[in-house]
C-alpha cells in the first residue's frame, strides 16, 4: 500500500473513533464533560442509563450486521449477498409483526414477545432457505440470492396483512420497528447483543483458516480435508442466529452488512482471514456514527437509524453493481 | 500405491467412468478427448465426487479428512474468489492438513513454506496477491503449496494447457524432477508432456479405461490416430 491511502486510513480511523467518543455526548439533549464530572445526577443518567448503552448497543450492531455480511459474502462467493437479502431479516420483522398484531406483552425471562416472536421469526427463515436450497441444484450463488428475494417479497406481502388487521396503534407500533432503532435503556439489551457478537466473531476466528480456504473455493478447501458442507452450515447457523438476536431487538437496519465488507477490503487488499478483525471494528464505528448522525440532524426527534443507513447504503450499493458490470 | 476397483461416476444420468479397475504402483498419466472422465477420474481419486466402487491408498480407504495427508490435486488455473491473498500465505494453505486445529501455523510449517519458495524461485514473489501474477507464475504458485503439503501423490491437472512454450518446459521439467520423490498423476491434452513425462498411460473413451504399460506403444502415429480419430505426424496433429 503507498502511503497515501495508509494516511486515508489514518485519517479515516481516526474519524470515526472521535466520532464515536463523541456521540454519547450529543443528542436532543447536548451533555459536557463538566456535567458529568460534577455529579448533575439527570446528566449523569442521560449518559449512563440511555447514551452510553446505546453507543455500546450500535457498536455491537454494527459489528455484527458487518461480520455477517464478509461471512455470507464468503462462503457464497456472491459479493450482494448478506443475511438481510436472504429474507432473514424479512422473517424477524414478519415474526415481530404477529407478536405486535396478537397485542403480546412481556414473555417469558423479561424478555419481550416481539423479540422472541422475531427471533424465531429469522430462525424459521434460515431453516426454511437450507430446507428450499436442497432443492436447487445451484445453491452457492445466484439460485440461493433468488430464493432470498423470494422470501422477502412474501414477507413483505405478509407484512402488509399485518398493517391490514391491525388498528392504528399497533400499526404505529410496526411501523417504528420495521425503521429500525437503536434506542435502548439500561444494559440489558446490549448485553444480550454481546453474548451474539461475541460468538460470531469467535466462530469466525476460530474458523479463520478454513474459512480462508473456503474463500479460495469450495473444492480447494475440500482437498485440503475441510468438511465444507457441515461448516457452512455451523457458520451459517451461528451469523444466523447473531442476526436474528439483533434484529429482533432493533428491527432491521439495511445495509450496514452489505457495504462495509466491500469498504474494508478497499481499505485494506488484503488476505481475507486478516479482515476479519478490521471489519468488525469498522462496521461496529460506522453503525455509531450513522446513529450520531440519526440523533443529530433532527432534535425534535431522532431520525430512525434504518433511514440513515439506507440513504448511505442505498447509492452505495448502486455504485457496486455499476462497478462491477465494468469489470 | 493406488488401487481403483470398479470405478464409476455418474452426473445425473449421464455414465462418465464405466469400472475402471488399474494400480497405479509409480506414475501415471490420463490421456482422453474433452468430456472423456479424465478430470472426473482425479476428482474421484480426491474425493471431490461421489463414485462407485472403491478406490484404496495403500492398501486402505481413506477418510476423506484424512486424504489430504495422501494426495494433492492440482488444477488448470489457479481460480480464488478472494483475489488479496499473498503467493506466501496461499502457500501456507498446503499445511492446512498438517496443522493441528483451532491453531496456528507452527515456524516448522513457515520454514518448509520459505524453502518450498525458495526451490521454485517464488521468493521475490512471495508478499505479491495471486492476482498480479500471470498464468504461468500462478501454476508455479500452485505446486508449491502441493509441495508444502507432503503427500506421497501429486494429481497434474493439464498443467501446461494456459502456459507459453518457455513456462510449458519449466512446468514440464519441474514435473519430472518431482517423479523422484513423489508418485505423479499427470492428466494431459499435451501429448508432448505426456511423452517426455515418460509413463504408463491410461486411455479414457467413452468412459472405458484402455492401460498401457509401455508408452511407446502409445505413440506409435497408428496408434494415436486410432485414438483420437485424426490423422498424426510424429506426436503432432496434422491440421489440413
Known amino acids: ?327 | 500405491m493406488i488401487e481403483l476397483r470398479n470405478l464409476a461416476c455418474h452426473y445425473g444420468e449421464r455414465q462418465v467412468l464405466r469400472n475402471i479397475s488399474v494400480s497405479v504402483k509409480d506414475h501415471l498419466c490420463v490421456l482422453g478427448a474433452n468430456g472423456s472422465g479424465k478430470s472426473t477420474l482425479a476428482k474421484a481419486l480426491c474425493r471431490l465426487i461421489d463414485y462407485n466402487g472403491s478406490i484404496l491408498y495403500d492398501g486402505i480407504a481413506c477418510k476423506t479428512a484424512d486424504l489430504a495427508q495422501k494426495i494433492t490435486y492440482i488444477p488448470a488455473k489457479l481460480e480464488s474468489y478472494d483475489p488479496y491473498i499473498s503467493v506466501e500465505e496461499f502457500v501456507l494453505l498446503g499445511r492446512f492438513p498438517h496443522k493441528e486445529r483451532f491453531t496456528d501455523y507452527s515456524d516448522k510449517d513457515r520454514a518448509i513454506v520459505s524453502k518450498t519458495l525458495q526451490e521454485l524461485n517464488l521468493q521475490p514473489l512471495a508478499s505479491q496477491a495471486l492476482h498480479t501474477l500471470s498464468s504461468g507464475e500462478q501454476q508455479l504458485v500452485l505446486i508449491a503449496q502441493a509441495l508444502t503439503q507432503q503427500s506421497r501423490t501429486i494429481i497434474f491437472d493439464e498443467p501446461t494447457a494456459n502456459l507459453d512454450p518457455a513456462n510449458a518446459k519449466k512446468v514440464a521439467n519441474i514435473i519430472k524432477m518431482l517423479k523422484r520423490s513423489y508418485t505423479v498423476i499427470l492428466i494431459s491434452h499435451d501429448l508432448h508432456l505426456a511423452h517426455y513425462f515418460d509413463a504408463p498411460i491410461l486411455f479414457i473413451a467413452d468412459g472405458d479405461a484402455v492401460l498401457y504399460e509401455k508408452n511407446e506403444t502409445f505413440f506409435e502415429p497408428a496408434r494415436l490416430s486410432h485414438h483420437y480419430g485424426v490423422a498424426f505426424d510424429g506426436l503432432a496433429v496434422r491440421y489440413d
Open chain 1, 1 to 327: 500500500m503507498d502511503w497515501r491511502c495508509v494516511m486515508i486510513n489514518k485519517v479515516l480511523w481516526l474519524l470515526l473513533i472521535a466520532v464515536a467518543l463523541y456521540s454519547p455526548f450529543t443528542g436532543s439533549a447536548a451533555l459536557h464533560l463538566n456535567d458529568l464530572l460534577t455529579a448533575d445526577a439527570l446528566s449523569q443518567r442521560i449518559f449512563f442509563e440511555l447514551r452510553l448503552p446505546r453507543v455500546i448497543f450500535a457498536f455491537l450492531a454494527g459489528m455484527i450486521l458487518s461480520l455477517g455480511g464478509l461471512l455470507f459474502q464468503t462462503l457464497f462467493r456472491n459479493p450482494l449477498m448478506t443475511p438481510y437479502t436472504l429474507g432473514i431479516s424479512s422473517g424477524a420483522v414478519f415474526g415481530a409483526g404477529i407478536a405486535i398484531i396478537l397485542g403480546m406483552g412481556s414473555l417469558a425471562f423479561g424478555i419481550a414477545a416481539i423479540t422472541l416472536f422475531g427471533f424465531a421469526g429469522a430462525m424459521l427463515t434460515v431453516l426454511l432457505l437450507i430446507w428450499l436450497s436442497r432443492y436447487v441444484k445451484e445453491a452457492q450463488g445466484t439460485s440461493l440470492l433468488l430464493l432470498g428475494i423470494a422470501l422477502s417479497l412474501f414477507y413483505a406481502a405478509s407484512l402488509m396483512m399485518l398493517f391490514y388487521l391491525g388498528d392504528a396503534v399497533q400499526n404505529d407500533m410496526l411501523i417504528r420497528f420495521t425503521m429500525g432503532s437503536l434506542s435502548v435503556i439500561g444494559y440489558q439489551m446490549p448485553l444480550l447483543l454481546l453474548i451474539a457478537a461475541a460468538l460470531l466473531l469467535g466462530m469466525l476466528w476460530r474458523y479463520r483458516y478454513e474459512l480462508q480456504l473456503i474463500a479460495i473455493s469450495e473444492d480447494h478447501a475440500r482437498l485440503k480435508g475441510v468438511n465444507t458442507k457441515g461448516l457452512t452450515l455451523l457458520l451459517l447457523g451461528v451469523a444466523s442466529f447473531s442476526v436474528g438476536v439483533l434484529v429482533s431487538l432493533s428491527g432491521p437496519i439495511g445495509f450496514i452488512g452489505l457495504i462495509v465488507p466491500h469498504i474494508v477490503v478497499k481499505l485494506y487488499p488484503i488476505v481475507l482471514h486478516r479482515r476479519i478483525l478490521p471489519t468488525a471494528l469498522f462496521g461496529g464505528l460506522f453503525l455509531v456514527v450513522c446513529d450520531t448522525i440519526a440523533r443529530t440532524l433532527n432534535t425534535q426527534s431522532e431520525l430512525p437509524i434504518g433511514i440513515v443507513t439506507a440513504f448511505i447504503g442505498g447509492p452505495f450499493f448502486i455504485y457496486l453493481i455499476i462497478k462491477r458490470s465494468h469489470r
